[in-house]
């Protein structure tokens, strides 16, 4: 019988490189997207045949309070939590040899738990290949580097760079903007190369101190993986040099937000050819179907891209963030947007989700609209040709409204899963109402003496 290490992929093996492994950490993403579990001696991992986490850790808030289960009944029945020995790999940062798994989990039954973020993802995906579809995914990761804050009563400000002047705006695409913070930045290098993660290109947005990270084309289960894997890679490296990393949709007043563009095509499984492509290169009818359903389907699915009340916050006019579901070749005021490219890597990107979203989530709800588009055989409004941040906006303009929204939306809630849709509306509710009890800044300064 192998041992258990002889399971891990090339880079978790290059990172042991002949050392004694000394803590494994048992992980699970929740719906926010944290990573939940269990970390243990590496010998007791290779001898221990089950892990046990209660499915309660669904139900859980950002804040740490527990929302209601829709079932009624709060029992917290034990989950199987299942090793996938594909997603190991090194917890660069931590001062032993330290291994991060991804667990899946599953019923005492062996049946996957529908809210299990990755198992919604892992549902979708099943969707796909059903119909003989592969779907492939390329998201785009954008954050902040912002200066410690270790006082949520005071503002966000960018963070203090290598010239001792803080980080300023405006300068996207700035090679010494990025330079700034090379220290940062150069962890993340280190530590991504640890993890056997691949970067695609690193770049300076248009805010202060917002950087973005692109991530090669894959399969959408792994990319997902492969974010969770980042965020947390990304705040340790910043930790490292006196500052924070923040994946806030909207971290800082007057700076761009934060988003998670998601490209997507679809090939089929048996050809490896994108569906989006005729054989003469043009445009198929399964393009046009797939950016239909997200202009149907989008607005029900904005609760899962945009999962929190700062979310929407980033839907503003002129702040390089989309507004509408309109679409475009080549158009970055449209929401939904076609790249150039060849006719092999046809694709459309969704430029709505927040990189806040759970990414599991973000790109199940994503590729979930193009799948009801092509099995709906829609057909997507005209063209935008213009600016279309002249249209009026198509998104909700809060949680609220937005969870009405996915609510409403039966075929979505059906491929996402019922149970799931009833946890994560019970959650994100939850979440609402205890915002909705904390006084501003701005209602104190305008309305206490005015009104």
Same mark, same amino acid.
């Given at each position: 019988?192998?041992?258990?290490?002889?399971?891990?992929?090339?880079?978790?093996?290059?990172?042991?490189?002949?050392?004694?492994?000394?803590?494994?950490?048992?992980?699970?993403?929740?719906?926010?997207?944290?990573?939940?579990?269990?970390?243990?001696?590496?010998?007791?991992?290779?001898?221990?045949?089950?892990?046990?986490?209660?499915?309660?850790?669904?139900?859980?808030?950002?804040?740490?309070?527990?929302?209601?289960?829709?079932?009624?009944?709060?029992?917290?029945?034990?989950?199987?939590?299942?090793?996938?020995?594909?997603?190991?790999?090194?917890?660069?940062?931590?001062?032993?040899?330290?291994?991060?798994?991804?667990?899946?989990?599953?019923?005492?039954?062996?049946?996957?738990?529908?809210?299990?973020?990755?198992?919604?993802?892992?549902?979708?995906?099943?969707?796909?290949?059903?119909?003989?579809?592969?779907?492939?995914?390329?998201?785009?990761?954008?954050?902040?580097?912002?200066?410690?804050?270790?006082?949520?009563?005071?503002?966000?400000?960018?963070?203090?760079?290598?010239?001792?002047?803080?980080?300023?705006?405006?300068?996207?695409?700035?090679?010494?903007?990025?330079?700034?913070?090379?220290?940062?930045?150069?962890?993340?290098?280190?530590?991504?190369?640890?993890?056997?993660?691949?970067?695609?290109?690193?770049?300076?947005?248009?805010?202060?101190?917002?950087?973005?990270?692109?991530?090669?084309?894959?399969?959408?289960?792994?990319?997902?993986?492969?974010?969770?894997?980042?965020?947390?890679?990304?705040?340790?490296?910043?930790?490292?040099?006196?500052?924070?990393?923040?994946?806030?949709?909207?971290?800082?007043?007057?700076?761009?937000?934060?988003?998670?563009?998601?490209?997507?095509?679809?090939?089929?499984?048996?050809?490896?050819? !994108?569906?989006?492509? *005729?054989? &003469?290169?043009? %445009?198929?009818?399964?393009? @046009?179907?797939?950016?239909? #359903?997200?202009?149907?389907?989008?607005?029900?699915?904005?609760?899962?891209?945009?999962?929190?009340?700062?979310?929407?916050?980033?839907?503003?006019?002129?702040?390089?963030?989309?507004?509408?579901?309109?679409?475009?070749?080549?158009?970055?005021?449209?929401?939904?947007?076609?790249?150039?490219?060849?006719?092999?890597?046809?694709?459309?990107?969704?430029?709505?989700?927040?990189?806040?979203?759970?990414?599991?989530?973000?790109?199940?709800?994503?590729?979930?609209?193009?799948?009801?588009?092509?099995?709906?055989?829609?057909?997507?409004?005209?063209?935008?040709?213009?600016?279309?941040?002249?249209?009026?906006?198509?998104?909700?303009? !809060?949680?609220?409204? *937005?969870? &009405?929204?996915? %609510?409403?939306?039966?075929? @979505?809630?059906?491929?996402? #899963?019922?149970?799931?849709?009833?946890?994560?509306?019970?959650?994100?509710?939850?979440?609402?109402?205890?915002?909705?009890?904390?006084?501003?800044?701005?209602?104190?300064?305008?309305?206490?003496?005015?009104?």
């Amino acid at each position: 019988m192998s041992k258990w290490t002889d399971k891990l992929p090339e880079a978790a093996s290059d990172w042991i490189a002949g050392r004694r492994v000394d803590e494994v950490e048992c992980i699970i993403g929740d719906i926010a997207g944290v990573a939940r579990g269990k970390a243990m001696p590496a010998s007791k991992f290779a001898t221990q045949t089950s892990y046990f986490l209660p499915n309660s850790i669904f139900l859980q808030t950002i804040t740490g309070e527990w929302a209601d289960p829709p079932s009624g009944a709060f029992t917290e029945p034990d989950m199987i939590l299942v090793p996938d020995f594909s997603s190991a790999c090194a917890a660069p940062w931590t001062a032993d040899v330290t291994l991060q798994i991804i667990h899946d989990a599953q019923d005492q039954k062996g049946v996957p738990i529908p809210t299990a973020p990755r198992n919604v993802l892992k549902r979708i995906v099943d969707l796909y290949l059903k119909e003989g579809w592969q779907p492939i995914v390329a998201p785009e990761m954008e954050f902040f580097l912002v200066a410690r804050n270790i006082d949520p009563n005071m503002p966000i400000i960018p963070p203090m760079g290598r010239s001792g002047r803080r980080a300023a705006g405006k300068q996207a695409y700035s090679m010494s903007a990025v330079d700034e913070y090379g220290k940062v930045i150069d962890d993340i290098y280190d530590f991504a190369e640890a993890q056997g993660l691949e970067i695609d290109g690193i770049l300076q947005e248009g805010g202060a101190g917002q950087v973005e990270i692109n991530l090669a084309h894959g399969d959408p289960v792994r990319l997902a993986d492969e974010i969770f894997f980042f965020k947390r890679l990304i705040r340790e490296a910043a930790l490292r040099h006196d500052c924070f990393a923040t994946f806030m949709a909207k971290p800082i007043e007057g700076e761009p937000g934060s988003a998670m563009h998601i490209h997507h095509s679809v090939v089929d499984a048996r050809t490896g050819k !994108n569906i989006f492509s *005729a054989k &003469d290169g043009s %445009e198929t009818p399964a393009f @046009l179907h797939f950016i239909a #359903g997200m202009q149907k389907h989008l607005p029900g699915a904005v609760a899962l891209l945009a999962p929190y009340v700062n979310s929407y916050r980033r839907y503003v006019p002129d702040f390089a963030a989309p507004i509408n579901l309109e679409w475009g070749r080549d158009n970055r005021t449209t929401g939904l947007r076609v790249p150039i490219s060849g006719p092999e890597a046809r694709r459309i990107e969704n430029r709505l989700a927040g990189m806040d979203c759970n990414p599991y989530l973000g790109l199940a709800a994503s590729l979930a609209c193009g799948y009801l588009g092509l099995k709906e055989g829609l057909m997507p409004k005209p063209e935008c040709v213009g600016d279309a941040y002249m249209n009026e906006t198509d998104l909700p303009y !809060n949680l609220g409204d *937005a969870l &009405d929204l996915l %609510e409403e939306d039966t075929a @979505l809630r059906e491929v996402l #899963g019922e149970e799931f849709c009833g946890v994560y509306d019970s959650v994100k509710r939850n979440e609402y109402k205890e915002f909705l009890q904390v006084i501003s800044p701005w209602e104190r300064e305008h309305l206490l003496l005015n009104v």
